[in-house]
């Protein structure tokens, strides 16, 4: 009998200025067969060109944008050029949430789709730490594999500064938008692909100011054993995950109520959003 191999899609992290203390992330997502790819936030070309092979400069489609800061946009137009000079011709468009991204040339809708190769690709616009804030959904409907790169709207136990928005904006992003987006049935399957490694001073956080107790939060406590033994957690955790041990996707849990001062439940969400923010700015 023949077994039909699997084969699946392929997401490569790339480090992006961490021997100069920085954390940032960017990521080649390619096609099974890896003749197709997106390469998202490639700010620091220098960087990201030695890590990507001939045949991987050569598949790159579209550049990609999560929101147009310069630590994520700012090496569009020479990764493009690069890409040229490497031999890649085709043209390579870049996708950004508004034309301040670096030479942007399509800003996709809330829930616009796109397909690479047989990936599927739904784009959640989530404005509050930027406007243009956009995450994506991958799906490879063969393997049934699901990924979503949330720049820095999301984090692993964490999300980003609310630079452009409220706390009701990022409410609406992380437990509105992005839930709905990507489908219950989906939460447990969808691994999350950060635009930053903030995961050990995320959880530093939620340990101080939230589950103070080991025991009082299980998946909290895996995830701090876990971040203490790996540098990198990118990838590592699903959206699932998140509910259960992300602060700001938990807004009515009790202890969270308490850390933000709220034992009694009285506060909307936006508020709670917005003093859990609040307390994490000023750690
Ligand atoms: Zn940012």
């Known amino acids: 009998m ?12 790339i480090k992006m200025r961490w021997a100069t203390g920085g954390d940032n992330y960017s990521y080649l997502l390619s096609t099974q067969d890896k003749k197709l790819s997106w390469l998202i936030d490639p700010a620091e070309p220098m960087e990201v060109k030695p ?21 994520h946009s700012g090496g569009n137009l020479n990764m493009v050029h690069d890409l040229k000079i490497a ?35 739904l784009c959640i616009r989530t ?8 995450c994506y959904y991958v799906k490879d409907p063969e393997t049934n594999e699901h990924a979503l790169f949330t ?17 009701e904006d990022m409410d609406a992003a992380l437990n509105k938008r992005l839930l709905e987006g990507v ?25 101080k100011a939230v589950y103070t107790n080991i025991g ?10 876990f971040c203490n033994k ?6 590592r955790f699903t959206l699932q995950d998140e509910l259960k041990f992300n602060p700001f996707m938990r807004l009515d849990d009790k202890l969270v109520r308490k850390a933000v001062g709220d034992s009694a439940g009285k506060m909307g969400r936006s508020e709670v959003m917005d003093k859990l923010r609040h307390m994490k700015n000023s750690m």
């Not at 039909?4 to 992290?13: D, L």
């Not at 890590?51 to 630590?71: A, M, Q």
Request: proline fraction near 4%; charged fraction near 25%.
């Open 2 to 13: 023949l077994i039909r191999q699997v084969r699946k899609m392929h997401i490569k992290p």
């Open 51 to 71: 890590k990507l092979d001939s045949f991987e400069l050569k598949s790159i489609r579209c550049i990609v944008n999560t929101h147009h800061h310069f630590d």
């Open 87 to 121: 031999g890649n011709s085709s043209v390579v468009k870049i996708v950004a949430g508004s034309t301040e991204s670096q030479g942007a040339t399509e800003i996709p809708e809330h829930l616009q789709r796109y397909k690479l190769g047989n990936l599927d690709i």
């Open 127 to 134: 404005p509050c730490h930027t406007q243009d804030s956009v």
């Open 151 to 167: 720049g820095d709207t999301l984090f692993t136990a964490g999300s980003g500064r609310f630079f452009e928005g409220t706390g």
């Open 183 to 207: 489908g219950e049935p989906n939460w447990s399957l969808t691994r999350v692909f950060p635009g930053h490694e903030y995961t050990k001073s995320n959880v530093k956080f939620v340990r």
């Open 216 to 225: 009082e939060n299980d998946a909290l406590d895996e995830l701090e054993d």
């Open 230 to 235: 790996h540098e990198m957690t990118t990838g």
